[in-house]
């Protein structure tokens, strides 16, 4: 069978998906902030490294949308909007700042599908978006949290880079795959044959 070549026109029910992602994964975001800042809270000295343990939750809906729309600038723009609802309707105490981080986020996250034409949605492709959204990041957060020279700026991409494989990922590919055999994805991309959707 071929393959099926992906065109960047977004339709109404392509915009409807990614905005329902969006909102969906904002709120999950803000979530995992909370238990983000009560895992600092209980590992004391250690609490600084808990959101390098997990940076890969909020790399979540970028793999995940690009699988299910498989179209250029998905991931980025669910990114986006995800970040945008934790702003303006959670009030993240991270403010606008919080967009930088999202778009970030989005295009990292996006660039191994890109690499690929937007064809490829196996293990590889997910876990290489998850390093990627990951490192990409950490530069970003590197300079904003003032972590150049620290002695422990190693373990701290060890860290990020290892949450990002397996939570943003690996799980990003879980849950499709568990979305995959509900059928819903089949619905959603019916010009898509069904072992299309996530290729192992």
């Avoid at 669910?78 to 993240?92: I, Q, R, T």
């Avoid at 492709?125 to 490192?135: E, I, K, R, Y």
Wanted: aromatic share 8%; proline share 4%.
């Amino acid at each position: 069978m071929a393959a099926h070549t992906p065109t960047a026109r977004l339709t109404l029910r392509d915009i409807v998906v990614i905005v329902v992602l969006g909102v969906v994964f904002g709120f999950l975001y803000w979530v995992f902030v909370q238990a983000w800042t009560a895992l600092s809270i209980l590992m004391g000295p250690l609490g600084d490294l808990t959101g390098n343990l997990l940076i890969g939750c909020w790399l979540l809906v970028a793999p995940i949308a690009l699988a299910i729309l498989r179209k250029p600038f998905v991931g980025v723009i669910a990114e986006l909007l995800a970040a945008a609802v934790e702003v303006v309707f959670l009030g993240s105490p991270a403010g606008p700042l919080l967009l930088i981080t999202g778009l970030i986020q989005g295009i990292g996250s996006e660039i191994p599908f890109a690499l690929t034409r937007y064809r490829r949605y196996g293990a590889a492709v997910f876990l290489a978006s998850g390093l990627c959204g990951a490192g990409l990041v950490f530069f970003w957060s590197a300079v904003r949290f003032g972590w150049l020279g620290q002695d422990i700026l190693p373990l701290r991409l060890t860290l990020q880079l290892l949450s990002g494989a397996l939570l943003g990922g690996l799980l990003a590919r879980g849950i499709v795959r568990a979305l995959e055999g509900t059928g819903v994805l089949a619905n959603l991309r019916p010009d898509v044959a069904a072992d299309e959707l996530v290729r192992r």
